[in-house]
């Protein structure tokens, strides 16, 4: 016998008896992101190295060590599968011309890939949901975009158990006079700083204020606040963004923490947390990046926008105990013998086309009644059509109950249509 093959490590199968939740997840964010305005771009897995390097930055974790890099069979440039979709976004809108003297209001949901060891709700192929505004330099625009968020928590029925936090990153101009008071701070606790910190205590010191190590919190608690460094027009802007967050009764915390990982990030950042996931506490995260569409390329155009990971919203809304919508057939088929089975297969395909509504299961493959019964009751189906020869040779289909009372009835062929419409939509 030959050898199975798996699926490589860290990435998974999104099997029949999860993709009830993918559904209802996938279909709540794109009724709203249509309610809010916003429309569905889709770009490739995989783009040249360079956009993400000049994007997210040389020296942050994703582009170091978590990237799946690999040369173009000439050997010409490096290519690299997305490790997250913003600077895909901006790519596209900047060689499109999506972004000159307009707003642009995106969305995006697909895999994307990083390098890192698997754990739950993380994994090496992961599924993002994507929302992009471009064009749109006030704070009204990340106001919208948290209110947004807040609404997709209450659809689910979830927003007791998530925490929005927010902060402001200021500027590049403000964040150098920053980073080198944080690594003034910083360098008086080499000593007690772990091996990573020590590795980005000069090369991106802001990310050691999101270290998960316990034993740095009173340090880093103590740490010098970026808050404290804005220039006033970045300080205005977060001053505002929490009067519109105030006024649309949206709770935050002010959490000085709060720098995320891409080095694209300018003023508003925000991250939703729960206590639901044990140390994946984040659930969505994102924030504003004014500079990026210019450093690639294009005209200066602000831009703020999330990520979501939707691996992980499974495993929140599953241990909040959120039910995902059982899609069980309306209707299945028994049918008995050579004659009943070919009309059958004729009865069942008119159905479709006159109620497309009706989901039917067809029993395919024959089998006696026993048998054929037993398939329908595992089915889940409501209903089962049932008919043999004799059936057929008197002009009628038996519609049976499956689930309550068992009640059976014989319904004649020219019937059959209006019946069920009437009886089964209603």
């Known amino acids: 016998m030959s050898q199975k093959i798996n699926a490589v490590r860290g990435m998974h199968d999104c099997l029949p008896s999860e993709i009830g939740y993918w559904q209802m997840i996938e279909g709540h ?17 995989m783009e040249e190295t360079r956009l993400f390097t000049r994007s997210i930055g040389e020296v942050t974790d994703i582009v170091e060590k978590e990237m799946y890099t690999f040369p173009d069979q000439n050997d010409q440039i490096s290519l690299s599968l997305r490790p997250e979709m913003t600077a895909s976004i901006v790519r596209a809108g900047i060689q499109h011309g999506l972004f000159y003297n307009q707003v642009q209001k995106l969305w995006q949901i697909g895999p994307a890939f990083r390098y890192e060891r698997p754990q739950k709700g993380r994994y090496r192929q992961f599924h993002q949901a994507d929302v992009e505004v471009f064009g749109i330099e006030t704070p009204d625009a990340d ?76 340090v880093i608690a103590k740490a ?49 947390t729960t206590t639901k996931l044990g140390a994946q506490g984040t659930v969505c995260g994102g924030g504003r990046y004014d500079k990026m569409v210019e450093e690639l390329g294009g005209r200066a155009t602000p831009a703020i926008g999330f990520g979501m990971g939707m691996e992980r ?85 038996i519609l049976k109950d499956l689930r309550e009372n068992g009640e059976q009835k014989a319904i004649a062929h020219s019937d059959l249509i209006s019946y069920l419409q009437n009886n089964l939509l209603s």
């Open 313 to 397: 919203l499974i495993l929140l809304c599953q241990a909040c105990d959120v039910m995902a919508p059982e899609y069980l057939p309306l209707v299945t088929t028994v049918f008995l013998g050579d004659r009943a089975s070919l009309e059958g297969l004729r009865l069942t395909e008119e159905i479709r086309s006159a109620l497309p509504a009706i989901t039917i299961l067809a029993n395919l493959g024959g089998g006696s009644m026993k048998s054929q019964m037993k398939k329908a009751d595992r089915s889940g189906a409501k209903y089962a059509l049932i008919m043999g020869d004799n059936e057929l040779d008197e002009g009628v289909i």
């Open 143 to 218: 106001a919208e975009m948290l209110a947004m968020l807040a609404r997709f928590w209450k659809r689910l029925g979830i927003e007791n158990e998530v925490k929005l936090e927010i902060n402001s990153m200021g500027t590049t101009e403000s964040r150098k006079v920053y980073r080198e008071k944080l690594i003034a701070y910083f360098e008086q606790y080499q000593d007690i700083l772990d091996e990573d910190c020590k590795r980005r205590l000069y090369t991106n010191p802001l990310r050691i204020l999101d270290s998960k190590n316990p034993e740095l919190n009173e």
């Open 224 to 272: 010098p606040k970026l808050l404290d460094y804005l220039e006033p027009e970045s300080k205005a802007h977060f001053e505002l963004l929490c009067q519109q967050l105030d006024i649309l009764g949206i709770e935050y915390v002010v959490n000085p923490r709060i720098v995320r990982g891409m080095d694209y990030y300018t003023r508003t950042v925000f991250e939703w």
């Open 29 to 45: 964010l794109r009724t709203l992101f249509s309610e809010y305005g916003y429309t569905e771009i889709r770009t490739p897995m």
